[in-house]
């Protein structure tokens, strides 16, 4: 299902939280919702789980405005984690997936097939009290995506993960996607948008500064900068080529090895020349980070009076 | 609406599986029982206990007077010196001595008993009863009365309350049956309110401190939630209610076919029954008559729909103000400072009723059982006296009226503070939440 955020404020008593922020979520696609603290990410996530109003604007699912009945078809990981603390997990886990709209048998069909997959049969009798922090996280995770919902939020899903899990959950979030969920993300863990994300947007004190294809965002904000590595015997004439291009040369990782940072537009003419004097290793351009980007645009708005 | 279905079935599971709801739901009643049992156990076995009293009586005053009872064998040993007859004690032959030295010129007025054991109090008190008796006589006599004019002069009333209505019916009335029934059912309605409107704070308050909260209201609307919590409770504290009526009565119907003490009809059980244990053995006519009557002098009806009413009332009504606070607080401290204006009112209700039950029908009893937040105590304080059913009427529709606007306020309250963290609030903020 496409989302559509149009034009949204959001005031609370003594602050802006979202100011008319307007978002396209394309059906079938991870979308990463980005922003510092306190950017108003929550809110609008609130919003979209109808848990609150906007004050303007609307949210419209496949073009119709956000109704009750909208909210079985979307699944909600938020950032504080909960569960009844006294409660059995599968008990629990029938529960909010009734409380989804899916009947008892069915949750608890679909369930077995989650709890294999995660490796928790055995805690189905278990209080949630019993299990571990990372056990839990991943009963919270089935219970979101238990109702096979068409929209999924997931607010900082990798946190309280190991890394063998995380991969675990990275390849569900793809696989969720593979079936047709739409997904919006909110995390800070950068290097998880550029694995997963298709496309975000960037939120910084409440208004949108940034929206778009991940690829097309990190293209738009590269600096020209190529790196080079290569192995020469004699190093005298390649660092001599710093008079004529601006270079900076460092040791490469390995012994023999040079890595060379070019800044410029063309790299075709430095490139014959240093393959005159040793053998390329590697070359490419070096595109910003998201990471990169995130800081820089946060930065440059907050510079702004 | 099935949404609310499912979380009032939680709510009410997980709570009646609790093992502080097993554990109350039977101790409830063994404490009830026991308030009534052992009264009676301690009254059966007292009596049992056969004791021989060896009677010095140097004075010589009572020479007949000692009469043997089931359980007391007065023995005279008048030749016989004190100091051997408390050897007789310590060898087991008397359990007790009972020793009145000789007076020179008065009637002796002191007496000293002699037992290697605590005398029983039903001893004690006989034999002063009968030294007392006597004295009494013989100083009648010495001061030249017949005995027997004061015995005449002695009267008991008998004053018969008979309540009038407005069509000539006339009835009589027992007030301190009335006085019980009423003081019983307002501590019950009491105890109710802040056992189990305590327990939906408490279960807000987890929910919001466990983070759950963010999940279920993606799942459905707060309201839903408040509410089912509340009447998920409602019924976990009805089931208690049952449960509690029923065992009681397995209980006392177990224990007097044991004890074979053959009953007066329920309605005086608990109430009326601890004054009569004594006279129960064998119920006579009049026994019957008055038990009858007095179960005529009580609308039983009224007081059963009445009860049920105010305390389901009463229970929604502060139930959704402690939902509010519940949901307002960060940690069970901070608590303090938002219970106190919500339970203030439950215990004027509770300290007024013990004023009202004097007068019922005055001014301040009515007055505060019109009042929505006193009513449910103060009027099940009255009902037992009779109360028209006009006023029972008002207070009703007051109550739910109340409870309609709290419901609305708390509702607002709870949507917006079950989601707010770390933040000291204050009632002015309180109060802005109402208009959002």
Redesign the interface.
Same mark, same amino acid.
């Given at each position: 299902m496409k989302i559509e955020v149009k034009n949204v404020t959001k005031r609370y008593?003594d602050q802006l939280a979202l100011n008319n922020v307007s978002l396209q979520v394309p059906e079938q696609s991870i979308y990463g919702l980005l922003g510092p603290n306190g950017a108003g990410k929550t809110t609008l996530i609130?919003i979209l789980?109808?848990?609150t109003g906007p004050d303007t604007g609307q949210v419209l699912i496949d073009g119709e405005p956000l109704r009750?009945q909208h909210? =079985?078809r979307?699944g909600?990981l938020?950032e =504080?984690?909960? @569960?009844?603390?006294?409660?059995k997990v599968g008990e629990q886990a029938v529960? @909010?997936a !009734? @409380?989804?709209g899916i009947s008892k048998s069915e949750a608890e069909k679909r369930l077995k097939v989650w709890f294999e997959k995660f490796q928790i049969t055995g805690w189905w009798n278990k209080t949630v009290e019993e299990l571990s922090k990372g056990m839990q996280q991943k009963v !919270?995770f089935i *219970? *979101?995506v238990i109702h096979e919902p068409d929209i999924l939020i997931f607010d900082e899903p990798f946190s309280g993960f190991d890394p063998i899990n995380a991969n675990l959950l990275k390849e569900s979030i793809l696989e969720l996607r593979e079936k047709g969920a739409t997904i919006l993300l909110s995390t800070h863990n950068m290097s998880s948008v550029e694995e997963l994300c298709d496309s975000i947007s960037l939120i910084n004190k409440g208004e949108k500064i940034l929206e778009g294809k991940v690829a097309d965002i990190r293209r738009q904000h590269r600096t020209s900068t190529h790196e080079i590595t290569v192995s020469a015997d004699n190093r005298q004439p390649i660092m001599a080529l710093t008079d004529d291009f601006n270079l900076k040369i460092e040791n490469g990782e390995l012994a023999d090895t040079l890595k060379i940072t070019f800044v410029g537009d063309s790299p075709k003419e430095l490139l014959t020349r240093i393959m005159d004097f040793g053998t390329l290793v590697s070359y490419q351009e070096i595109l910003p980070s998201m990471n990169d980007i995130f800081i820089e645009e946060v930065q440059s708005k907050n510079a702004q009076p | 609406m099935n949404k609310i279905g499912l979380i009032i079935r939680r709510e009410y599971l997980t709570r009646v599986k609790k093992r502080s709801f097993i554990i109350m739901t039977f101790l409830g009643p063994l404490l009830i029982a026991a308030v009534y049992i052992i009264p009676i156990l301690l009254a059966l076995h007292g009596n049992n206990d056969k004791h021989t009293i060896a009677v010095v009586d140097q004075s010589h005053w009572f020479e007949r007077q000692f009469t043997n009872t089931e359980t007391q064998t007065f023995i005279r040993l008048d030749d016989i010196s004190i100091d051997s007859t408390k050897k007789l004690v310590q060898m087991g032959m008397y359990d007790i001595a009972l020793y009145i030295p000789e007076t020179q010129l008065n009637i002796p007025s002191s007496a000293v008993l002699y037992s290697m054991k605590q005398v029983p109090m039903n001893v004690e008190d006989h034999i002063k009863d009968v030294m007392k008796n006597e004295i009494q006589v013989q100083k009648l006599l010495a001061s030249g009365v017949d005995p027997d004019i004061l015995e005449n002069i002695k009267t008991s009333i008998s004053l018969s309350v008979i309540r009038m209505d407005e069509e000539g019916g006339e009835k009589e009335t027992f007030t301190e049956v009335q006085f019980i029934l009423g003081m019983v059912l307002a501590v019950l309605i009491y105890m109710f309110i802040m056992m189990f409107g305590g327990q939906v704070m408490q279960g807000v308050f987890e929910e919001k401190s466990s983070r759950i909260i963010e999940v279920i209201v993606s799942s459905v609307k707060p309201f839903q939630l408040m509410m089912g919590k509340v009447i998920g409770v409602s019924l976990v504290a009805l089931t208690q209610f049952v449960m509690w009526i029923l065992l009681t009565g397995v209980i006392y119907v177990g224990f007097s076919t044991a004890v074979g003490i053959s009953q007066p009809s329920p309605v005086g059980s608990g109430t009326v029954m601890t004054e009569q244990i004594d006279a129960t053995n064998i119920m006579d006519n009049e026994t019957v008559q008055h038990i009858v009557s007095i179960a005529q002098s009580i609308n039983f009806g009224q007081v059963i729909i009445g009860f049920i009413l105010f305390f389901l009332l009463g229970y929604l009504l502060y139930a959704t103000m402690f939902a509010a606070i519940g949901s307002i607080v960060d940690n069970n401290t901070d608590s303090q400072q938002f219970t106190l204006p919500v339970t203030v009112p439950l215990i004027i209700g509770m300290l007024s009723a013990i004023y009202i039950v004097n007068a019922p029908d005055g001014n301040l009893a009515l007055w505060m059982s019109m009042i929505p937040f006193t009513s449910p105590i103060v009027m099940m304080v009255r009902i037992p006296f009779g109360v028209p059913i006009w006023q029972i009427a008002v207070s009703v529709v007051l109550l739910i009226a109340t409870f309609i606007a709290m419901t609305w306020v708390a509702a607002k309250i709870y949507r917006t503070g079950i989601l707010m963290y770390g933040k000291k609030l204050s009632y002015k903020e309180l109060f802005k939440w109402l208009k959002y």
């Open positions: 008593a609130r789980n109808q848990i009750p909210i =079985e979307i909600y938020p =504080e984690r909960g @569960l009844y603390k006294k409660m529960y @909010l !009734q @409380l989804k !919270q *219970t *979101t | -």
